[in-house]
């Protein structure tokens, strides 16, 4: 899982030479300005943002 200021993307890193974006959220969609950081807990990310002052908890459940 990799957060940028713009995107939440799900890599598979199954093959380490040749990561693949599997899927990617825009965070602005999910309510996040200049995401920040991510940690998971079972098949859920929680995704924060420091100039929206928020969080947003995303489901990853197919990608996990």
């Known amino acids: ?3 940028s200021r713009t995107y939440f993307n ?3 890193i ?3 030479a040749s990561p693949t974006i599997v899927s990617s ?3 602005s969609s999910c309510g996040l ?3 920040r950081s ?3 807990s079972g098949s859920y990310a929680y995704v924060v943002a420091t100039n929206s ?3 947003a908890v995303i ?3 197919d990608y996990a």
Do not use: E, Q, R, T
């Open 53 to 55: 002052d928020s969080l």
């Open 33 to 35: 300005n200049k995401a």
């Open 25 to 27: 959220i825009s965070a």
């Open 14 to 16: 199954s093959n380490p």
């Open 1 to 3: 899982y990799v957060v």
């Open 59 to 61: 489901d990853a459940g």
């Open 38 to 40: 991510v940690a998971m």
């Open 10 to 12: 799900l890599v598979d």
